[in-house]
């Protein structure tokens, strides 16, 4: 397989050189395969339903052909992937894809693994370590630490804003220690993605140390993400006859989004063939690819601090990925957008858990709330002729291709359960009268030492940091 870049067309590289240089230094473009492979058809219309381990490795073939062997490809997933993905049906025609069985109980958990691994397989015989730099708005950072913590040859840094992620998200990413470390940045998750971003295109920088990237903007965080969306469709779609009954329903995704790594990785699974008709980009108050889709006017903006921080993105990268794989247009015809408040995120998890007895977590219930407003009416005003307005909470004024199936009874969404509601406890309890139980993994957590060390969002403290440290 090969890999170009979403600003300069003429590079070609392999998924080797995509994964450990993280991103372009000489453009700052981000890789992406040059074309998505079909599953072969009767694979996806098995009975029952493939495995999640069977159907990550048949998606990750292709892009790592001839690079890893089939054998070392099986032994990655396999190491990778000691929990799984989980599907409940709380309603008919409403299915949560719950995200956070992994070891820091976020979906994050499902990219990092199979990219720590991917990058320790690679990185076998170099002479020096090769440094990963994280910017986390929330989950990223921890997911990260635990994938590659004591991960021999490979260095771990941590961005993250202080003061604008939960105590207990914290505490996840501040008690490494080792070949991991965390930083605490005066400032927001778009300055912690600044300086990463600025030292990857560092020439200076980079000829002193090997870096890349561990967030989205690394496609072997993003690949193995489309797993779940294949996997997830198949038994939902499977699921249809028994629970709603629909003839031919289509499948509805509803993603919680802040960088939109995660969507860009559905859009991925469905180029190679999940049967899922559309998205729903769902945000907080942070909702400048809403807009953008609404106008056709991109304009990334200062982020802001909201109670589902983990899609506190202002200036999301992966916009960057979706307009290389469709214009605007087709943009439109697969995703509906919607964006709420605080105020609607708390009546979301209020809401959800009195309708269904689900306790959902602050991202998440920005995700169920779009999926439930757009069967009770949003939709079918918007179908009618009603423009909405971008600066206020709901759907926004664009009309998906499938929006007719929603209105009419036809659609089942799958919403995106993205981190365990114990991560956001105080939120919970005040929404709902009640705190979700916490993992023991997580109450572990709790008891460890904070490591992490302060930092300014200058580049040059930033820099003089790397070189004093790395």
Same mark, same amino acid.
């Given at each position: 397989?090969?890999?170009?870049?979403?600003?300069?067309?003429?590079?070609?590289?392999?998924?080797?050189?995509?994964?450990?240089?993280?991103?372009?230094?000489?453009?700052?473009?981000?890789?992406?395969?040059?074309?998505?492979?079909?599953?072969?058809?009767?694979?996806?219309?098995?009975?029952?339903?493939?495995?999640?381990?069977?159907?990550?490795?048949?998606?990750?073939?292709?892009?790592?052909?001839?690079?890893?062997?089939?054998?070392?490809?099986?032994?990655?997933?396999?190491d990778?992937?000691?929990?799984?993905?989980?599907i409940?049906?709380?309603?008919?025609?409403?299915?949560?894809?719950?995200?956070?069985?992994?070891?820091t109980? /976020? %979906?994050? =958990?499902f990219?990092? +693994?199979?990219?720590a $691994?991917v990058? !320790?397989?690679?990185?076998?015989?170099?002479d020096?370590?090769?440094?990963?730099?994280v910017?986390?708005?929330g989950?990223?950072?921890?997911?990260?630490?635990?994938?590659?913590?004591?991960?021999?040859g490979?260095?771990v840094?941590?961005?993250?804003?202080?003061?604008?992620?939960?105590?207990?998200?914290?505490?996840?990413?501040?008690t490494?220690?080792?070949?991991?470390?965390?930083?605490?940045?005066?400032?927001?998750?778009?300055?912690?993605?600044?300086?990463?971003?600025? /030292? %990857?295109? =560092?020439?200076?920088? +980079?000829?002193?140390? $090997?870096?890349s !990237?561990?967030n989205?903007?690394?496609?072997s965080?993003?690949?193995?993400?489309?797993?779940y969306?294949?996997?997830?469709?198949?038994?939902?779609?499977?699921?249809?006859?028994h629970d709603?009954?629909?003839?031919?329903?289509?499948?509805?995704?509803?993603?919680?989004?802040g960088?939109?790594?995660?969507?860009?990785?559905?859009?991925i699974?469905?180029?190679?063939?999940?049967?899922i008709?559309?998205?729903?980009?769902?945000?907080?108050?942070?909702?400048?690819?809403?807009?953008?889709?609404?106008?056709?006017?991109y +304009?990334a903006?200062e982020?802001?601090?909201?109670l589902s921080?983990?899609?506190?993105?202002?200036?999301?990268?992966?916009?960057?990925?979706?307009?290389?794989?469709y214009?605007?247009?087709?943009?439109?015809?697969?995703?509906?957008?919607?964006?709420?408040?605080?105020?609607?995120?708390?009546?979301?998890i209020?809401?959800?858990?009195?309708?269904?007895?689900?306790?959902?977590?602050?991202h998440?219930a920005?995700?169920w709330?779009?999926?439930?407003?757009?069967?009770?009416?949003?939709?079918?005003?918007?179908i009618?002729g009603?423009?909405?307005?971008?600066?206020k909470?709901?759907?926004?004024?664009?009309?998906?291709?499938?929006a007719?199936?929603?209105?009419?009874g036809?659609?089942?969404?799958?919403?995106?359960?993205t981190?365990h509601?114990?991560?956001?406890?105080?939120?919970?309890?005040?929404?709902?009268?009640?705190?979700?139980?916490?993992?023991?993994?997580?109450?572990?957590?709790?008891?460890?030492?904070?490591?992490?060390?302060?930092?300014?969002?200058?580049?040059?403290?930033f820099?003089?940091?790397?070189?004093?440290n790395?």
């Amino acid at each position: 397989m090969i890999y170009t870049d979403t600003r300069d067309k003429t590079v070609a590289v392999d998924f080797k050189t995509a994964v450990l240089n993280g991103m372009n230094a000489e453009s700052g473009g981000l890789y992406i395969p040059t074309s998505f492979p079909k599953i072969d058809r009767s694979y996806i219309e098995r009975t029952p339903e493939p495995s999640f381990r069977e159907i990550a490795f048949a998606m990750a073939k292709p892009y790592v052909e001839g690079e890893i062997p089939d054998a070392d490809l099986e032994s990655i997933i396999q190491d990778a992937y000691p929990f799984l993905p989980q599907i409940v049906p709380i309603e008919k025609v409403t299915y949560i894809l719950e995200l956070f069985h992994g070891p820091t109980c /976020a %979906f994050k =958990d499902f990219g990092a +693994r199979f990219m720590a $691994r991917v990058m !320790s397989y690679f990185n076998r015989g170099a002479d020096d370590n090769l440094h990963i730099l994280v910017a986390t708005s929330g989950d990223t950072g921890s997911a990260v630490g635990s994938a590659f913590h004591n991960v021999p040859g490979i260095d771990v840094t941590i961005l993250f804003p202080d003061g604008k992620i939960s105590p207990l998200q914290e505490k996840q990413l501040t008690t490494f220690d080792g070949n991991v470390r965390a930083l605490k940045v005066k400032g927001t998750f778009d300055d912690c993605q600044k300086l990463v971003k600025t /030292a %990857f295109t =560092d020439l200076e920088l +980079r000829k002193k140390f $090997r870096l890349s !990237s561990a967030n989205s903007i690394n496609i072997s965080r993003l690949l193995p993400q489309s797993f779940y969306y294949m996997y997830s469709s198949l038994v939902v779609k499977n699921r249809i006859p028994h629970d709603s009954k629909i003839d031919d329903a289509s499948i509805i995704t509803i993603v919680p989004s802040g960088n939109f790594g995660n969507l860009t990785s559905g859009l991925i699974a469905r180029e190679m063939g999940a049967p899922i008709k559309g998205f729903v980009a769902a945000t907080n108050a942070n909702h400048t690819v809403p807009d953008w889709i609404a106008t056709g006017d991109y +304009r990334a903006r200062e982020s802001q601090a909201t109670l589902s921080n983990a899609m506190d993105v202002g200036a999301p990268s992966n916009y960057e990925r979706i307009i290389s794989m469709y214009s605007l247009e087709q943009v439109r015809q697969l995703f509906a957008s919607y964006w709420t408040d605080d105020a609607g995120t708390m009546d979301a998890i209020k809401k959800c858990n009195s309708k269904t007895g689900y306790i959902i977590d602050p991202h998440g219930a920005i995700g169920w709330k779009a999926w439930y407003d757009m069967r009770n009416g949003d939709m079918e005003k918007l179908i009618g002729g009603f423009k909405g307005d971008i600066d206020k909470p709901g759907l926004t004024p664009s009309i998906p291709s499938w929006a007719g199936d929603v209105v009419q009874g036809k659609a089942v969404g799958i919403v995106l359960e993205t981190a365990h509601p114990s991560k956001f406890g105080a939120t919970v309890q005040e929404a709902v009268g009640r705190s979700p139980s916490m993992p023991s993994s997580l109450e572990r957590v709790m008891r460890l030492k904070d490591n992490s060390i302060p930092m300014t969002k200058d580049y040059e403290s930033f820099k003089s940091w790397l070189v004093e440290n790395l």
